[in-house]
């Protein structure tokens, strides 16, 4: 191995004073791994540590790490063009994703916005809602409603559509205002409660003459509460939409994928007597091009494209200086090619009662507050954290990396991860509940360090 410890150290000074972290103070933060290479489900460090990366690299590596076709299918497009700026230009990786995810998306979401990350997919779409209300002579129209306990991303148009009193409190100052529903409370796999809805409605009565479209993460709220809901609520929020000419956005930024489940998360909404509801603009993105490059996309529909398009201002004013990028879409397509050959619809079943056999028994851990699981997602909700430094050392002892946050501790692992893995994540996540819970410290960063 090529590895001397002093140009380590050395390394890892450098980036402690110079380099910013996700949600993280510059220096002193808690120890970090040197990546050194990724296969599969692991990622190997300088130091020689193989880590089961349990969280797929904050859920996009749906395949693994650098699965060798979309390796490869990078590499082939980097000798003929990393780049061409889509403006005026069109090229062959663009077209042949947009025809991939028209075949893969839900019938009748088929006009597709290419963003650079899923926060920008989520802007676009808000845009894209304001817009469209603006096109039918209803520019007073420019609020959302979004869910208490959501995630939508780290930018002001994103943050501003996520929990109001989540992480982002402190830059309330320079968010749009918009209105909030409560969380919806009745769990996945209970029946659906009516009342359940009843904020919603209140809400959306309100204040419906500003309302241009609701959005939500379908069934999963996934960065600010790792929870699961009913679909039931689906169910009437789509109904209430129609009824009041209101959009209706699903951010399956981080449940799309097979993630719950089915390909999409809006599909657990299918009953005996009815097809799934669809919204009427989409978001995708983390497992887009298999975990490999930063590519998201904001999906319309016929009825919202067409209204922009046939009204008097039809181009829609967004477009990212890498909008589209060739290698992006190169990763993207071989991606879609192992989302449509292999059968990870089988395979998330798989892992789910894996799941579900090692996780159920951690309810009578004494710091367990509960249980979650759906798909290739479980949760462990704890009373209370234990420090970093007991959680490092789990990590380090067991070999498996998770990352919890506030009271969370959680597995979103590749979608190929074998049982006798998962029984090892299961194991770690195990250990964490066991540990002591860690004293509160005041102004510590209580989301994700
Ligand atoms: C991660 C996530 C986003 C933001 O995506 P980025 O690529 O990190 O900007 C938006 N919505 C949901 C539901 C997500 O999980």
Not at 73 to 92: D, R, W
Not at 329 to 347: H, M, T, V
Request: hydrophobic share 40%.
């Amino acid at each position: 191995m090529n590895f001397s410890s002093e140009s380590f150290s050395k390394k890892i000074a450098f980036d402690s004073e110079h380099l910013w972290h996700p949600y993280a103070a510059l220096k002193n933060t808690p120890a970090r791994f040197l990546a050194k290479s990724a296969h599969g489900t692991t990622i190997e460090t300088a130091d020689g540590l193989k880590l089961i990366d349990a969280v797929s690299s904050w859920w996009c590596m749906a395949h693994g790490h650098n699965a060798p076709e979309i390796v490869e299918a990078i590499q082939k497009q980097s000798e003929k063009m990393c780049h061409v700026m889509f403006g005026g230009f069109t090229h062959e990786p663009a077209i042949e994703l947009g025809e991939r995810l028209v075949e893969f998306l839900p019938e009748g979401l088929n006009k597709i916005f290419f963003a650079d990350s899923g926060s920008i997919a989520v802007e676009c779409a808000a845009k894209m809602a304001v817009q469209y209300q603006h096109s039918l002579g209803r520019p007073e129209r420019c609020k959302l409603v979004a869910l208490k306990g959501g995630y939508h991303g780290d930018t002001a148009g994103a943050m501003a559509l996520s929990d109001p009193d989540g992480m982002h409190v402190l830059f309330r100052g320079i968010m749009p205002q918009h209105y909030f529903a409560e969380r919806p409370n009745c769990r996945f796999d209970c029946p659906w409660d009516d009342s359940d809805f009843t904020s919603m409605e209140r809400v959306v009565e309100e204040h419906e003459n500003e309302i241009a479209a609701v959005i939500c993460e379908p069934v999963f709220q996934g960065g600010n509460g790792m929870w699961l809901y009913n679909a039931g609520y689906l169910k009437r929020l789509r109904k209430l939409c129609d009824e009041k000419g209101i959009l209706l956005i699903l951010d399956e930024i981080a449940s799309g994928f097979f993630r719950t489940g089915p390909r999409f998360a809006m599909m657990h909404t299918a009953d005996a007597n009815a097809d799934y509801i669809k919204p009427d603009i989409m978001c995708i993105g983390k497992a887009l091009t298999g975990g490999s490059i930063t590519m998201a996309a904001c999906v319309a529909s016929d009825k919202v494209a067409e209204t922009i398009t046939n009204s008097k201002i039809p181009a829609f004013m967004h477009g990212p200086t890498y909008m589209a990028n060739p290698l992006a879409c190169a990763a993207g397509i071989a991606s879609l090619d192992l989302f449509k050959s292999r059968n990870y619809a089988e395979n998330v079943k798989r892992i789910e009662s894996r799941l579900r056999a090692n996780l159920e028994p951690l309810r009578s851990l004494e710091n367990a507050a509960d249980v979650r699981v759906l798909g290739a997602i479980g949760v462990l909700e704890l009373k209370a954290k234990p420090s970093a430094d007991d959680i490092l050392k789990v990590i380090k002892d067991t070999g498996v990396w998770l990352r919890p946050f506030c009271n969370y501790v959680y597995t979103m692992p590749p979608l190929i991860t074998t049982d006798a893995e998962i029984d090892r994540i299961c194991e770690a996540i195990k250990r964490i509940g066991e540990c002591e819970p860690a004293p509160v410290v005041e102004g510590e960063d209580e989301f994700h360090e």
